[in-house]
Protein backbone atom coordinates (compact mmCIF):
# COMPACT_ATOMS: atom_id res chain seq x y z
CA UNK A 1 0.00 0.00 0.00
CA UNK A 2 1.67 3.36 -1.49
CA UNK A 3 1.84 6.53 1.23
CA UNK A 4 0.14 9.36 0.26
CA UNK A 5 2.54 12.44 -0.61
CA UNK A 6 3.80 14.50 1.68
CA UNK A 7 1.91 18.16 1.45
CA UNK A 8 5.04 20.00 2.08
CA UNK A 9 7.34 18.11 0.04
CA UNK A 10 7.82 20.66 -2.52
CA UNK A 11 8.85 23.29 0.18
CA UNK A 12 12.66 23.94 1.33
CA UNK A 13 13.44 22.82 4.48
CA UNK A 14 14.28 25.88 6.75
CA UNK A 15 17.87 25.34 7.62
CA UNK A 16 20.03 28.56 9.15
CA UNK A 17 18.62 30.29 11.92
CA UNK A 18 18.26 33.87 11.67
CA UNK A 19 19.28 36.51 14.66
CA UNK A 20 17.66 39.95 14.10
CA UNK A 21 19.13 42.86 15.81
CA UNK A 22 16.39 44.98 16.14
CA UNK A 23 14.70 47.39 17.84
CA UNK A 24 15.93 50.51 15.81
CA UNK A 25 13.00 51.66 15.62
CA UNK A 26 10.39 48.95 17.33
CA UNK A 27 8.00 49.34 14.54
CA UNK A 28 10.59 49.17 11.82
CA UNK A 29 11.45 45.91 13.08
CA UNK A 30 8.14 44.69 13.44
CA UNK A 31 7.58 45.53 9.65
CA UNK A 32 10.65 43.61 8.73
CA UNK A 33 9.49 40.40 10.71
CA UNK A 34 5.82 40.75 9.06
CA UNK A 35 7.50 40.54 5.70
CA UNK A 36 10.00 37.77 6.43
CA UNK A 37 6.85 35.98 7.35
CA UNK A 38 5.11 36.90 4.43
CA UNK A 39 7.66 36.29 1.92
CA UNK A 40 8.26 32.65 3.14
CA UNK A 41 6.64 30.00 0.61
CA UNK A 42 4.84 28.17 4.02
CA UNK A 43 2.17 25.65 4.39
CA UNK A 44 2.08 25.50 7.91
CA UNK A 45 4.34 26.50 11.08
CA UNK A 46 7.23 24.34 10.44
CA UNK A 47 8.03 25.46 7.36
CA UNK A 48 8.59 28.86 8.42
CA UNK A 49 12.38 30.12 9.53
CA UNK A 50 13.37 30.46 12.80
CA UNK A 51 14.11 33.77 13.98
CA UNK A 52 15.80 34.97 17.22
CA UNK A 53 15.31 38.39 17.78
CA UNK A 54 16.59 40.76 20.31
CA UNK A 55 14.25 43.87 19.93
CA UNK A 56 16.49 46.59 21.94
CA UNK A 57 14.74 50.25 22.01
CA UNK A 58 17.50 51.28 24.36
CA UNK A 59 20.29 51.08 21.56
CA UNK A 60 21.97 54.24 21.99
CA UNK A 61 21.04 56.87 18.89
CA UNK A 62 23.14 55.52 16.27
CA UNK A 63 22.98 59.50 14.73
CA UNK A 64 24.53 60.53 18.08
CA UNK A 65 28.59 60.88 17.31
CA UNK A 66 30.86 59.23 20.12
CA UNK A 67 27.92 57.01 21.59
CA UNK A 68 28.13 53.49 22.36
CA UNK A 69 25.97 52.17 19.88
CA UNK A 70 28.49 49.87 18.50
CA UNK A 71 29.55 48.13 21.59
CA UNK A 72 25.89 47.33 22.34
CA UNK A 73 25.22 46.48 19.11
CA UNK A 74 28.24 43.70 19.75
CA UNK A 75 26.85 42.83 22.51
CA UNK A 76 23.73 41.99 21.01
CA UNK A 77 25.27 40.36 18.41
CA UNK A 78 27.42 37.89 20.48
CA UNK A 79 24.08 37.08 22.62
CA UNK A 80 22.35 35.76 19.99
CA UNK A 81 25.38 33.82 18.44
CA UNK A 82 25.58 32.00 21.77
CA UNK A 83 21.61 31.18 21.82
CA UNK A 84 22.23 29.78 18.28
CA UNK A 85 21.51 32.13 15.62
CA UNK A 86 23.73 31.66 12.57
CA UNK A 87 23.21 34.22 10.56
CA UNK A 88 22.74 38.10 11.49
CA UNK A 89 20.13 40.59 9.63
CA UNK A 90 19.61 44.34 11.21
CA UNK A 91 16.74 46.39 9.98
CA UNK A 92 18.37 49.69 10.14
CA UNK A 93 20.20 51.21 7.97
CA UNK A 94 22.28 53.95 10.14
CA UNK A 95 23.81 51.02 12.25
CA UNK A 96 25.56 48.95 9.58
CA UNK A 97 27.87 51.53 9.86
CA UNK A 98 29.21 49.09 12.75
CA UNK A 99 28.55 46.15 10.76
CA UNK A 100 32.51 45.13 10.60
CA UNK A 101 32.19 45.12 14.46
CA UNK A 102 28.92 43.35 15.03
CA UNK A 103 30.82 40.42 12.72
CA UNK A 104 34.03 40.44 14.60
CA UNK A 105 32.21 40.10 18.09
CA UNK A 106 29.46 36.88 16.59
CA UNK A 107 31.76 35.45 14.51
CA UNK A 108 28.41 35.07 11.94
CA UNK A 109 27.79 36.92 8.72
CA UNK A 110 25.82 39.95 8.56
CA UNK A 111 23.39 40.12 5.73
CA UNK A 112 23.88 43.70 4.29
CA UNK A 113 20.75 46.11 3.84
CA UNK A 114 22.87 48.62 2.74
CA UNK A 115 24.34 46.34 0.12
CA UNK A 116 20.53 44.74 -1.18
CA UNK A 117 19.62 48.38 -1.67
CA UNK A 118 23.00 49.48 -3.95
CA UNK A 119 22.46 46.63 -5.98
CA UNK A 120 18.63 46.89 -6.15
CA UNK A 121 19.58 51.12 -7.67
CA UNK A 122 21.50 49.34 -10.13
CA UNK A 123 19.38 46.86 -11.66
CA UNK A 124 17.05 49.66 -11.55
CA UNK A 125 18.77 50.98 -14.43
CA UNK A 126 18.82 54.67 -12.56
CA UNK A 127 21.65 56.45 -12.90
CA UNK A 128 21.80 59.57 -10.34
CA UNK A 129 19.86 58.00 -6.97
CA UNK A 130 17.90 59.85 -4.25
CA UNK A 131 18.79 58.35 -0.72
CA UNK A 132 15.97 59.08 2.30
CA UNK A 133 18.32 58.93 4.75
CA UNK A 134 20.30 59.53 8.11
CA UNK A 135 23.43 61.40 7.39
CA UNK A 136 25.11 58.52 8.88
CA UNK A 137 23.03 56.52 6.17
CA UNK A 138 23.91 58.53 3.32
CA UNK A 139 27.65 58.38 4.21
CA UNK A 140 27.13 54.44 4.03
CA UNK A 141 25.03 54.61 0.84
CA UNK A 142 27.17 57.22 -1.13
CA UNK A 143 30.34 54.71 -1.14
CA UNK A 144 28.23 51.70 -2.13
CA UNK A 145 26.24 53.27 -4.92
CA UNK A 146 29.96 54.80 -5.94
CA UNK A 147 30.92 50.65 -6.10
CA UNK A 148 28.15 50.43 -8.67
CA UNK A 149 29.39 53.35 -10.57
CA UNK A 150 26.05 55.44 -9.61
CA UNK A 151 25.69 59.01 -8.19
CA UNK A 152 24.01 59.58 -4.45
CA UNK A 153 21.37 62.78 -4.78
CA UNK A 154 20.84 64.04 -1.06
CA UNK A 155 18.66 66.77 0.43
CA UNK A 156 19.50 70.18 1.02
CA UNK A 157 21.09 71.09 4.44
CA UNK A 158 17.68 72.50 6.39
CA UNK A 159 15.27 69.95 4.21
CA UNK A 160 17.93 67.25 5.96
CA UNK A 161 17.18 68.71 9.14
CA UNK A 162 13.22 68.94 8.76
CA UNK A 163 13.29 65.01 7.35
CA UNK A 164 14.88 63.82 10.72
CA UNK A 165 12.66 65.80 12.43
CA UNK A 166 9.87 63.79 10.59
CA UNK A 167 11.63 60.90 11.23
CA UNK A 168 11.00 61.35 14.91
CA UNK A 169 7.41 61.75 14.32
CA UNK A 170 7.09 58.22 13.21
CA UNK A 171 9.59 57.25 15.73
CA UNK A 172 6.88 58.35 18.29
CA UNK A 173 3.87 56.86 16.38
CA UNK A 174 2.98 59.65 14.16
CA UNK A 175 2.36 57.66 10.49
CA UNK A 176 -0.84 60.06 9.93
CA UNK A 177 -1.74 62.23 6.51
CA UNK A 178 0.57 64.98 7.58
CA UNK A 179 3.67 63.15 8.01
CA UNK A 180 2.99 61.34 4.71
CA UNK A 181 2.64 64.29 2.80
CA UNK A 182 6.03 65.63 4.34
CA UNK A 183 8.07 62.39 3.48
CA UNK A 184 6.51 62.43 -0.38
CA UNK A 185 8.22 65.96 -0.33
CA UNK A 186 11.31 65.31 0.48
CA UNK A 187 11.14 62.06 -1.99
CA UNK A 188 9.88 64.99 -4.48
CA UNK A 189 12.67 67.61 -3.67
CA UNK A 190 15.09 64.14 -4.30
CA UNK A 191 13.71 63.91 -7.82
CA UNK A 192 13.37 67.24 -8.81
CA UNK A 193 16.99 67.26 -8.15
CA UNK A 194 18.45 64.46 -10.55
CA UNK A 195 17.37 61.35 -8.50
CA UNK A 196 15.68 58.57 -11.24
CA UNK A 197 15.43 56.21 -7.96
CA UNK A 198 14.80 56.41 -4.47
CA UNK A 199 16.34 54.41 -1.98
CA UNK A 200 14.65 54.58 1.37
CA UNK A 201 17.51 54.79 3.72
CA UNK A 202 15.71 54.66 6.60
CA UNK A 203 13.78 51.98 7.70
CA UNK A 204 11.20 54.26 9.07
CA UNK A 205 10.85 56.11 5.52
CA UNK A 206 8.65 52.84 4.16
CA UNK A 207 5.97 53.42 7.11
CA UNK A 208 4.20 56.57 5.38
CA UNK A 209 5.69 55.91 1.43
CA UNK A 210 5.71 53.54 -1.26
CA UNK A 211 6.18 52.83 -4.71
CA UNK A 212 2.37 54.37 -5.37
CA UNK A 213 3.43 57.48 -4.02
CA UNK A 214 5.85 58.47 -6.77
CA UNK A 215 6.54 58.36 -10.85
CA UNK A 216 10.14 57.02 -10.22
CA UNK A 217 11.23 53.47 -9.11
CA UNK A 218 11.03 53.04 -4.73
CA UNK A 219 13.21 50.83 -3.37
CA UNK A 220 13.11 49.77 -0.11
CA UNK A 221 15.96 47.99 1.22
CA UNK A 222 14.17 46.18 4.46
CA UNK A 223 11.92 44.30 2.55
CA UNK A 224 14.68 43.41 0.00
CA UNK A 225 16.13 42.64 3.17
CA UNK A 226 13.27 40.37 4.36
CA UNK A 227 13.77 38.53 0.85
CA UNK A 228 17.88 37.90 0.92
CA UNK A 229 16.65 36.41 4.66
CA UNK A 230 14.06 33.91 3.79
CA UNK A 231 16.50 32.83 0.79
CA UNK A 232 19.54 31.83 2.93
CA UNK A 233 17.84 30.79 5.76
CA UNK A 234 15.93 28.05 3.69
CA UNK A 235 19.22 27.74 1.73
CA UNK A 236 18.28 29.11 -1.66
CA UNK A 237 20.93 31.00 -1.79
CA UNK A 238 24.06 30.94 -0.16
CA UNK A 239 24.88 33.21 3.11
CA UNK A 240 26.99 35.88 2.92
CA UNK A 241 30.85 35.39 4.19
CA UNK A 242 31.72 37.16 7.53
CA UNK A 243 33.60 40.55 6.45
CA UNK A 244 32.63 40.08 3.24
CA UNK A 245 33.46 42.83 0.45
CA UNK A 246 31.24 45.49 -0.15
CA UNK A 247 30.34 44.51 -3.66
Do not use: W
Not at 34 to 58: C, E, W, Y
Not at 169 to 191: C, H, N, Q, W
Amino acid sequence: MSEEPDANSSLPTPSLVLGVLGGMGPAATLEFLQNLQAFTPAKGDSDHIRVLMDLNPNVPDRNMTGTAAGVVLAEMAGALAGAGAQVLAMPCNTAHAHADLIQRASGLPLIDLIGEGAKAARQSGARRVGVLGTKGALRLYREYLAAQALGLVSLEPERQEEFMATIYKIKSGDTGPAVRKEMAGFAMDLIGGGAEAIIAGCTEAPLVIGPADLKVEFIDPGELLARRCVAVCLGLESAPTVLDART
